[in-house]
Nanobody, 128 residues
Framework: VQLQAYGGGLVEAGDYLRLSCVAS?????????????VAWFRQAPGKEREFVAA??????SYGDSVKGRFTSSRDNAKNTVYLQMNSLKPEDTAVYYC???????????????????WGQGTLVTVSS
């Protein structure tokens, strides 16, 4: 499984961005992308990796700092997961990563070390 995240950029506070995470690989020949739980994490300089959002068949989950502003969705036909980020704040500045795993259990979806596959990250910078 290969993940590629893109869509980051430089925006002003209050603006919006939509990140995309595209999955590819031979794994999807036998197991549909829909079976994978996908999450977004972010990491700001000098800080630990932070859970942002996860999208599963059971529903979506969001970190407290982004709840109500960010929305994750997926298009399984395109093997793509999106993160719509509205009302961006300077504290949202970070490198955003997507991660996926087929076997992760729901109680672990916020734990970055439980995911097997990671994208390369895309930088989001929000100016004040």
């Amino acid at each position: 499984v290969q993940l590629q995240a893109y869509g980051g950029g430089l925006v002003e506070a209050g603006d919006y961005l939509r990140l995309s995470c595209v999955a590819s690989g031979r794994s999807f020949e036998s197991v549909a992308f829909a079976a994978y739980r996908v999450a977004w994490f972010r990491q700001a300089p000098g800080k630990e990796r932070e859970f942002v959002a996860a999208i599963t068949r059971s529903g979506n989950s969001y970190g407290d700092s982004v709840k109500g502003r960010f929305t994750s969705s997926r298009d399984n036909a395109k093997n793509t997961v999106y993160l719509q980020m509205n009302s961006l704040k300077p504290e949202d500045t970070a490198v955003y990563y997507c991660a996926a795993d087929r076997s992760i259990i729901m109680s672990n979806i916020r734990l970055h070390d439980k995911y097997s596959y990671w994208g390369q990250g895309t930088l989001v910078t929000v100016s004040s």
